[in-house]
């Protein structure tokens, strides 16, 4: 079992970077697939991005390709999601999830994720 604890979030202008952070307790935390996903108001949550549990292999929603970078760091159990050049549309409560072996169905669904973080809040202003 893992708890994932994001921090990272806040204001930024269009055009901006922030980096995310995900901390995940829990002694197998490496063997946990991870992903980014994203609610903004009156949406449903969308995928942003997930990683393998070595990092060996990482995948992006069409929206994030070449300007979202996930990463992992398992010998200090930690996730980051870097964001550069942000767009206002980015706006959006942003959730860590970890998604355990074996695993079933999509890594770009919320459904296939077994523990949610509490979500860190990020802005983007035009």
């Known amino acids: 079992q893992v708890q994932p604890v994001e921090s990272g979030g806040g204001l930024v202008q269009a055009g901006g970077s922030q980096r995310l952070s995900c901390a995940a307790s829990?002694?197998?935390?490496?063997?946990?697939?991870m992903g980014w996903f994203r609610q903004a108001p009156g949406k449903e949550r969308e995928f942003v991005a997930h990683?393998?549990?070595?990092?060996?292999?990482?995948d992006y929603a069409d929206s994030v390709k070449g300007r979202f970078t996930i990463s992992r760091d398992n010998a200090n159990n930690a996730v980051y999601l870097q964001m550069n050049s942000l767009k206002p549309e980015d706006t959006a409560v942003y959730y860590c999830?970890?998604?355990?072996?074996?695993?079933?169905?999509?890594?770009?669904?919320?459904?296939?994720?077994?523990?949610w973080g509490q979500g860190t809040q990020v802005t983007v202003s035009s």
């Open positions: 990683i393998t549990w070595k990092g060996g292999s990482t």
């Open positions: 829990g002694r197998t935390f490496s063997s946990f697939a």
């Open positions: 999830a970890a998604r355990r072996s074996p695993f079933s169905g999509s890594y770009s669904s919320p459904r296939s994720y077994d523990y």
